[in-house]
């Protein structure tokens, strides 16, 4: 009798043994190839079933990590039917085995939209949302990142993850006191209202954003950084959710993380901000109102690289929307750091949203054109535009914002050198301002005269009954023949001509 | 009377008369044709004075009534060119006064119900004044937050260095032999942690723990008491330090999700206990020593027979 027991005791201790090693060496990248060549998946399946608990949560443990770490695996995990039994015991067994089982899931999940539909499929979302339902916060925590990770893909999972309830449940975790928890659950929110605005209405509906709107004082980092996530997601959607959002009381206490320690907390905050201001010019000018564009000025010229982006976009949205705010704006020195992003940063969707930001803010009137002329903005826009490697977007954004400016632009020495260097699509713009404004004042003339503005119009040959001739033709009507004849560039040539038929006479 | 004398005069020279008469006529028709025009000079320029003299008359007449009644109408010019001088410059007074009102006016309404530019102006300053302030405060804000990183990032400091001195006495040196701190190699830089030198830690920490051992001891109570750790089933005698490591072990293998606290069990008799993987299996108590096997019982009587040490027939029957 004891011989028999023996033998089964031998082989339980190597089951042991096996799968708490596996899980070990799951945990070092360079073995998993090893592992995966020795065909361990095949071994921890059955595994799974033991009747040891400890070998059934480290063989649990030890899937997840394996196909935590790349998607072949976890399609394995898949094609190889563990799921279904994994989302069978996770009704059952104890805390131990739940969390990992949850973190199987995630880990399959995470990879790619068709996985998260298999783990959809095999039927883990209601076992997911019971565990949601449990005491233990470890098990919650594990639950709550699986489902996060799943609505994370598209609309649709996001849909189905809804549909199995856990949004209540996601709104009750935010609440418990586990900072973990939290972290998680605010992530799994922003992932599932990131995708639609009826994904966010149903968020919002569940009482989510009176509950995250406190968090953003919390001294943790990681939180704040998920809870402004959540809020930016769901704000972004449309006019009603941002006001939902203003309602909570959340400005001004969210500009405050616009200076936090962590960089990533400054990122969120803004694009929180972001998503508020773009709507409507009420919700604008409740930032404005708030102190809150030279807090975005402030994080536009610290910020670098793609954590500018929300910034950037932010002082666009505001300036779009009306004369007094893009004054606002002008006045809290704005335009040098956005100038800055034009010139310094590397990347073209930033130089094009920067690009965007400066026309919004120029093409009120000639007051705003003025200050952006005096900042010295159009060469650099026009550098931008005739650059090689600027991309198509990025050119289509800075001709746009050359445009809007120089259409308002009354200030003609800051137009005067554009004349020189611009293509002809801007230059029309640039020479019908002056036409516009020469006839009426005797000073610029005369100083455009001397610049050498007139000689280089009149070099321009523009198609006649094209509109650059109009304008040309305008021009040259402000001036008495001679000083066109002057500085028209074959005059000299003329004159010779003149003199030869006469010479030829004689 | 007199004609009478006259009568008679004249029938006395009746003759002389009639002589005088015919001559005198005879001189009258001879003078009559140059008294004639004579005559009518005289009277033409009497009529010529009378004429003139009226027609001065008249003219000052004429002039008279002329002159009152251009009086007459230059007055009524006057008066009508004076009214019209006062209504002008009236106009041109009140007109000024009707444009500066509609000049304020338009300014009123304008900035009340189109631009106001002074509100604007107080506007932006407010809105920059307010954006100062708020930047003053999240500089403090920042400021706070970096201090209190600094010093909790102190305090774990200080508190590991505490543990670690604690734990460490051993390499505090004695009269005779220099420990690792205190090593006389060290010419001119003692080693130190916050300001004071690391043998002084290691000396100062073990202070709190003997206190509190000597303050258990006083008490009766056994240094160390932690509850049992479950045995996993058989297995031989293995130590309880084994047992213990192997738990350890197998509990960090069991991180899923971060490091929780149980909170219902988070304090209570047996706050420390964790309960380890092997939970839920028969308990078999690790502290009481296997010093036996198995024993077999048929196996008591040995089929074989016994042989004593000494043969007993060499010792009795004589060597």
């Given at each position: 009798m004891r011989a028999v027991l023996q033998v089964f005791e031998s082989y339980q201790k190597a089951r042991v043994n096996f799968v708490q090693t596996v899980a070990e060496l799951a945990t070092r990248p360079q073995n998993i190839e090893a592992l995966q060549n020795a065909g361990v998946m095949q071994l921890l399946r059955p595994l799974l079933l033991d009747n040891v608990p400890s070998i059934q949560q480290s063989a649990a443990l030890a899937l997840g990590r394996l196909a935590n770490y790349n998607d072949e695996l976890a399609e394995a995990v898949v094609s190889n039917e563990i799921l279904p039994q994994l989302v069978y015991s996770l009704a059952e067994q104890n805390r131990f085995y739940k969390k990992a089982a949850a973190f199987v899931l995630r880990a399959v999940a995470k990879h790619s939209p068709q996985l998260a539909q298999a783990v959809v499929d095999s039927g883990a979302l209601d076992a997911l949302v019971g565990c949601l339902e449990e005491f233990d916060p470890g098990v919650k925590e594990a639950a709550a990142w699986a489902l996060g990770y799943i609505a994370r893909h598209n609309g649709e999972l996001a849909q189905t993850v809804v549909d199995a309830g856990a949004v209540p449940l996601l709104v009750l975790c935010v609440q418990e006191p586990e900072l973990t928890l939290k972290r998680i659950s605010a992530s799994a929110l922003s992932d599932i209202s990131k995708h639609s605005p009826e994904l966010a209405q149903a968020v919002v509906d569940a009482g989510a954003v009176a509950y995250l709107?406190?968090?953003?004082?919390?001294?943790d980092g990681k939180l704040k950084r998920q809870v402004c996530a959540c809020l930016a997601q769901v704000a972004k959607h449309s006019v009603d959710l941002a006001e939902v959002v203003v309602e909570a009381e959340v400005f001004p206490k969210i500009l405050n993380l616009l200076k936090d320690m962590d960089v990533y907390v400054r990122k969120n905050a803004a694009t929180a901000i972001r998503e508020v201001a773009k709507h409507t010019p009420e919700l604008a000018q409740l930032i404005v109102n708030a102190g809150g564009v030279g807090a975005m000025v402030d994080y536009v010229a610290e910020a670098r690289g793609n954590a500018r982006l929300p910034g950037i976009m932010t002082l666009g949205y505001i300036s779009a929307f009306s004369e007094t705010l893009a004054l606002a704006v002008i006045v809290s020195k704005a335009i040098p750091p956005l100038v800055n992003a034009v010139v310094t940063e590397p990347e073209d969707h930033l130089k094009s949203a920067a690009c965007w930001s400066l026309g919004q803010i120029g093409r009120h009137s000639p007051d705003h054109a003025k200050a952006l002329a005096d900042a010295n903005v159009l060469p650099k826009l026009l550098a931008v535009l005739l650059h090689d490697s600027s991309s198509e977007d990025l050119k289509t954004k800075a001709k746009r914002a050359l445009k809007s400016v120089i259409q308002k632009c009354v200030h003609l020495p800051a137009l005067e050198p554009l004349l020189h260097d611009a293509p002809e699509n801007i230059l029309k713009y640039a020479v019908h301002q002056f036409a516009k404004v020469l006839p009426h004042d005797v000073a610029a003339r005369r100083s455009f005269v001397t610049s050498g503005g007139l000689q280089k119009v009149l070099e321009l040959q523009p198609e006649p009954g094209s509109k650059l001739a109009d304008f040309v033709n305008a021009i040259k009507e402000v001036y008495p023949p001679e000083i066109v004849d002057y500085y028209s560039p074959n005059y000299s040539k003329q004159l010779l001509d003149m003199l030869d038929p006469n010479a030829a006479g004689e | 009377m007199e004609g009478g004398r006259l009568a008679r005069q004249l029938a006395a020279n009746k003759e002389a008369i009639i002589t005088e008469y015919l001559h005198r006529t005879q001189l009258a028709d001879d003078a009559r044709e140059r008294e004639t025009a004579a005559t009518v000079r005289i009277q033409a320029s009497w009529r010529a004075h009378i004429t003139r003299l009226l027609l001065a008359e008249w003219n000052g007449n004429a002039l008279h009534v002329q002159r009152v009644y251009r009086g007459h109408v230059g007055r009524v010019l006057v008066s009508a060119a004076r009214r019209e001088r006062r209504i002008y410059w009236q106009r041109v007074y009140f007109s000024h006064c009707a444009t500066s009102i509609q000049k304020w006016f338009r300014a009123y309404h304008s900035r009340r119900y189109k631009h106001n530019y002074y509100a604007r102006k107080a506007y932006i300053a407010a809105v920059v004044g307010k954006s100062d302030s708020l930047r003053r405060e999240l500089e403090q804000h920042l400021q706070a937050q970096v201090d209190e990183a600094i010093a909790t990032q102190e305090l774990k400091a200080r508190s590991e260095v505490e543990a670690l001195s604690a734990k460490l006495h051993h390499l505090v040196s004695t009269k005779t032999v220099a420990g690792i701190y205190n090593s006389p190699m060290h010419d001119g830089f003692l080693p130190t942690a916050f300001s004071i030198p690391v043998e002084q830690h290691l000396r100062n920490a073990i202070k709190p723990q003997l206190r509190e051992d000597m303050r258990r001891s006083a008490k009766g109570k056994l240094m160390n008491t932690k509850p049992q750790l479950s045995l996993a089933p058989s297995e031989p005698y293995v130590s309880r330090d084994e047992r213990r490591r192997e738990h350890e072990r197998a509990s960090k293998l069991g991180f899923v999700a971060g490091n929780f606290n149980n909170s219902a069990k988070a304090s209570g008799p047996f706050a420390d206990a964790q309960l380890s993987?092997?939970?839920?299996l028969p308990y078999v108590d690790g502290n009481k020593l296997q010093l036996t096997r198995a024993t077999n019982k048929s196996s008591w009587v040995s089929s074989k027979p016994f042989h004593t040490a000494v043969p007993s027939n060499k010792l009795l029957e004589g060597q």
């Amino acid at each position: 009798m004891r011989a028999v027991l023996q033998v089964f005791e031998s082989y339980q201790k190597a089951r042991v043994n096996f799968v708490q090693t596996v899980a070990e060496l799951a945990t070092r990248p360079q073995n998993i190839e090893a592992l995966q060549n020795a065909g361990v998946m095949q071994l921890l399946r059955p595994l799974l079933l033991d009747n040891v608990p400890s070998i059934q949560q480290s063989a649990a443990l030890a899937l997840g990590r394996l196909a935590n770490y790349n998607d072949e695996l976890a399609e394995a995990v898949v094609s190889n039917e563990i799921l279904p039994q994994l989302v069978y015991s996770l009704a059952e067994q104890n805390r131990f085995y739940k969390k990992a089982a949850a973190f199987v899931l995630r880990a399959v999940a995470k990879h790619s939209p068709q996985l998260a539909q298999a783990v959809v499929d095999s039927g883990a979302l209601d076992a997911l949302v019971g565990c949601l339902e449990e005491f233990d916060p470890g098990v919650k925590e594990a639950a709550a990142w699986a489902l996060g990770y799943i609505a994370r893909h598209n609309g649709e999972l996001a849909q189905t993850v809804v549909d199995a309830g856990a949004v209540p449940l996601l709104v009750l975790c935010v609440q418990e006191p586990e900072l973990t928890l939290k972290r998680i659950s605010a992530s799994a929110l922003s992932d599932i209202s990131k995708h639609s605005p009826e994904l966010a209405q149903a968020v919002v509906d569940a009482g989510a954003v009176a509950y995250l709107a406190p968090l953003i004082q919390s001294p943790d980092g990681k939180l704040k950084r998920q809870v402004c996530a959540c809020l930016a997601q769901v704000a972004k959607h449309s006019v009603d959710l941002a006001e939902v959002v203003v309602e909570a009381e959340v400005f001004p206490k969210i500009l405050n993380l616009l200076k936090d320690m962590d960089v990533y907390v400054r990122k969120n905050a803004a694009t929180a901000i972001r998503e508020v201001a773009k709507h409507t010019p009420e919700l604008a000018q409740l930032i404005v109102n708030a102190g809150g564009v030279g807090a975005m000025v402030d994080y536009v010229a610290e910020a670098r690289g793609n954590a500018r982006l929300p910034g950037i976009m932010t002082l666009g949205y505001i300036s779009a929307f009306s004369e007094t705010l893009a004054l606002a704006v002008i006045v809290s020195k704005a335009i040098p750091p956005l100038v800055n992003a034009v010139v310094t940063e590397p990347e073209d969707h930033l130089k094009s949203a920067a690009c965007w930001s400066l026309g919004q803010i120029g093409r009120h009137s000639p007051d705003h054109a003025k200050a952006l002329a005096d900042a010295n903005v159009l060469p650099k826009l026009l550098a931008v535009l005739l650059h090689d490697s600027s991309s198509e977007d990025l050119k289509t954004k800075a001709k746009r914002a050359l445009k809007s400016v120089i259409q308002k632009c009354v200030h003609l020495p800051a137009l005067e050198p554009l004349l020189h260097d611009a293509p002809e699509n801007i230059l029309k713009y640039a020479v019908h301002q002056f036409a516009k404004v020469l006839p009426h004042d005797v000073a610029a003339r005369r100083s455009f005269v001397t610049s050498g503005g007139l000689q280089k119009v009149l070099e321009l040959q523009p198609e006649p009954g094209s509109k650059l001739a109009d304008f040309v033709n305008a021009i040259k009507e402000v001036y008495p023949p001679e000083i066109v004849d002057y500085y028209s560039p074959n005059y000299s040539k003329q004159l010779l001509d003149m003199l030869d038929p006469n010479a030829a006479g004689e | 009377m007199e004609g009478g004398r006259l009568a008679r005069q004249l029938a006395a020279n009746k003759e002389a008369i009639i002589t005088e008469y015919l001559h005198r006529t005879q001189l009258a028709d001879d003078a009559r044709e140059r008294e004639t025009a004579a005559t009518v000079r005289i009277q033409a320029s009497w009529r010529a004075h009378i004429t003139r003299l009226l027609l001065a008359e008249w003219n000052g007449n004429a002039l008279h009534v002329q002159r009152v009644y251009r009086g007459h109408v230059g007055r009524v010019l006057v008066s009508a060119a004076r009214r019209e001088r006062r209504i002008y410059w009236q106009r041109v007074y009140f007109s000024h006064c009707a444009t500066s009102i509609q000049k304020w006016f338009r300014a009123y309404h304008s900035r009340r119900y189109k631009h106001n530019y002074y509100a604007r102006k107080a506007y932006i300053a407010a809105v920059v004044g307010k954006s100062d302030s708020l930047r003053r405060e999240l500089e403090q804000h920042l400021q706070a937050q970096v201090d209190e990183a600094i010093a909790t990032q102190e305090l774990k400091a200080r508190s590991e260095v505490e543990a670690l001195s604690a734990k460490l006495h051993h390499l505090v040196s004695t009269k005779t032999v220099a420990g690792i701190y205190n090593s006389p190699m060290h010419d001119g830089f003692l080693p130190t942690a916050f300001s004071i030198p690391v043998e002084q830690h290691l000396r100062n920490a073990i202070k709190p723990q003997l206190r509190e051992d000597m303050r258990r001891s006083a008490k009766g109570k056994l240094m160390n008491t932690k509850p049992q750790l479950s045995l996993a089933p058989s297995e031989p005698y293995v130590s309880r330090d084994e047992r213990r490591r192997e738990h350890e072990r197998a509990s960090k293998l069991g991180f899923v999700a971060g490091n929780f606290n149980n909170s219902a069990k988070a304090s209570g008799p047996f706050a420390d206990a964790q309960l380890s993987i092997q939970a839920g299996l028969p308990y078999v108590d690790g502290n009481k020593l296997q010093l036996t096997r198995a024993t077999n019982k048929s196996s008591w009587v040995s089929s074989k027979p016994f042989h004593t040490a000494v043969p007993s027939n060499k010792l009795l029957e004589g060597q």
